[in-house]
C-alpha cells in the first residue's frame, strides 16, 4: 500500500475504478500442488486485459499455508501494474486479524472482508464493532463484503456509519438486492467507492456513480485479449454512451448473462457447493490456467464442459478452434 491511513479514502476515490477481477488458486496436474507459475500466468493474463485491478480470493481447499503462499505470489506478480485486493474470508476469528496482517504485509493495496462463519451478530452494534476493530488494528484499506452468506445482510445504514472510519474505503455489494444498493449509494456514495460486481446491475448504477465493479468474474468471463467486450461495455457505460452500450449489451453481454445464470444460477440459489471447477474451466477456454481441482470440490462433468464450450462458441467470444487448444492446455479434453 503507498498510501497512509488518513490518506486512505482519497486513494481509493483516485484509484478503485474500472473492473476489479477475481482470481482462481491454480494446482498442478501431478501432486495438485498450489501452482505458482500458473498463478504467475492468471496474473499475467489479466493484467494483459488491462483490469481496473486483481481480487485474490483463494480460500477454497487451501490451507493456511498455501493461502498465504497464494496471496503473496499474486501480490508479488501484480505488484506495480495494477490494483491488488485480498479477500479476508476466515474460517475462525482467531485468523481474523492475522490473515488482514498478513495482506498488509505483503504489500497488499486494499482488503476485501467478510467475517467468519463462526462469527453470529445478535444484533448491529456486535457488526460494527467487529470491523471496527479490524480497522484499528491494521493501517490497510478495507472493502466491506456485503453479502448474506455472512449470515447477515449488512444494513445500508450500517454501511454509512462504517463508512465514518478512515480506513473503510469501499464495498463490495452483493446484497442481490438493487434497492438496498440504490440506498447504499444514497447514505453512503460520498464516503466510499461503492462496488457492484453483476454486469447485469451495471447500467442502474451509472447514475448514481459507481465507478468500480468489485471482484467481478466478467471481466476475465466476458472477454479476451483479442476481443474486449465486458470492457468495450463498461467504457461506453462510463461515457454515457447510452446507444453504444445498449448495442454491446443486446449483442455481446447478454448472451454471456444467459449463458452465465443458466450455468451458476442454480448453485448460487440452491446448492451449497461453490462451482470453482465451472469457474476455472470457463475462464480456462479464455486463456487462463484453467486445470485440476481438489477435494472436496467436485470435478465438472464431461456434460458441463460442452454445453460451457458449446454456448461460448455460439457467442462468438472464442472460435471452436481456440476451444480445442485451450482444452489442450488445461489437459481437459471433453470425452
Request: glycine share 8%.
Amino acid at each position: 500500500m503507498e498510501y497512509t491511513r488518513k490518506d486512505a479514502k482519497a486513494w481509493a476515490r483516485e484509484n478503485l475504478k474500472g473492473m476489479v477481477s477475481g482470481c482462481n488458486q491454480v494446482f498442478t496436474h501431478d501432486k495438485l500442488e498450489l501452482d505458482e507459475t500458473g498463478l504467475r500466468h492468471d496474473v499475467n493474463h489479466l493484467v494483459g486485459l488491462e483490469v481496473g485491478g486483481i481480487y485474490f480470493a483463494g480460500h477454497v481447499t487451501l490451507t493456511p499455508a498455501e493461502w498465504r503462499q497464494f496471496i503473496k505470489v499474486g501480490v508479488e506478480a501484480a505488484a506495480g501494474r495494477t490494483v491488488t485486493v485480498v479477500d479476508i474470508h476466515p474460517d475462525s476469528m482467531s485468523e481474523f486479524i492475522p490473515q488482514a496482517e498478513y495482506a498488509q504485509s505483503v504489500g497488499a493495496d486494499l482488503l476485501n472482508v467478510i467475517t467468519p462463519p463462526s462469527f453470529r451478530a445478535s444484533r448491529e452494534q456486535d457488526i460494527f464493532d467487529i470491523y471496527k476493530r479490524l480497522a484499528q488494528a491494521v493501517d490497510i484499506g478495507i472493502s466491506l463484503y456485503i453479502n448474506p452468506k455472512a449470515g447477515y445482510t449488512m444494513s445500508p445504514q450500517m454501511i454509512a456509519d462504517l463508512a465514518e472510519l478512515d480506513t473503510i474505503v469501499a464495498t463490495k455489494n452483493s446484497a442481490y438486492d438493487n434497492l438496498h444498493t440504490l440506498e447504499t449509494f444514497r447514505l453512503a456514495g460520498d464516503k466510499l467507492i461503492i462496488g457492484v460486481p453483476g454486469a447485469q446491475d451495471w447500467a442502474i448504477f451509472v447514475e448514481h456513480g459507481m465507478q468500480m465493479s468489485m471482484g467481478t468474474p466478467h471481466a476475465r468471463m466476458f472477454q479476451t485479449h483479442e476481443n474486449r467486450w465486458a470492457q468495450e461495455y463498461w467504457d461506453a457505460l462510463m461515457e454515457h454512451d447510452w446507444q453504444q452500450a445498449w448495442q454491446i449489451h443486446q449483442e455481446r453481454i447478454k448472451p454471456l448473462l444467459d449463458l452465465f445464470w443458466r450455468t451458476f444460477g442454480p448453485y448460487f440459489h440452491q446448492a451449497q457447493v461453490y462451482p470453482l471447477g465451472h469457474y476455472k474451466y470457463w475462464e480456462g477456454l479464455l486463456g487462463m490456467n484453467g486445470g485440476p481441482m481438489r477435494q472436496p470440490m467436485p470435478s465438472l462433468r464431461s456434460q458441463d464442459k460442452h454445453s460451457i464450450r458449446n454456448s461460448l462458441i455460439r457467442t462468438g467470444l472464442i472460435t471452436a478452434e481456440q476451444a480445442e487448444e485451450a482444452e489442450r492446455r488445461m489437459e481437459l479434453v471433453p470425452a
